[in-house]
């Protein structure tokens, strides 16, 4: 796979986090103290539409590194990406590789990336 599909299939998981992150703040608006939210797969496939419930406590760690991403168990690409931690509805992800991890970093919201 060569670097400009790296970095598209990257960027396709920097769109869903972002989106990940309006549902989270929607999430907190509407219930003062939400236990849980509903995410979309934070994959590289661009037609996936997989909804994960998540709790907010796991998305907040999750968010902590903006080369963490999360995914529908068997969603990963271990192509681009490694899989840091299993858990009964989702898969937590980590961009190595450096085309994806650059982009990781670049656009994540948290950090004041686009």
């Known amino acids: 796979m060569d670097d400009r599909r790296h970095t598209q299939l990257a960027r396709n998981e920097a769109l869903y986090r972002t989106v990940n992150e309006r549902i989270e703040g929607l999430t907190e608006a509407l219930s003062p103290e939400p ?3 509903s995410a979309v797969c934070e994959c590289a496939d661009e037609s996936c539409t997989e909804v994960i419930e998540v709790s907010i ?3 907040e760690a999750v968010r902590g590194n903006p080369t963490l991403f999360i995914a529908a168990p068997g969603h990963e690409n271990l192509e681009i990406e490694v899989v840091t931690q299993r858990h009964e509805s989702f898969v937590v ?4 590789k450096s085309e994806g991890r650059e982009v990781a970093i670049a656009t994540d919201p948290r950090s004041g990336g686009t």
């Open 35 to 37: 236990q849980s939210m």
């Open 57 to 59: 406590e796991d998305y």
């Open 93 to 96: 992800v980590c961009k190595n």
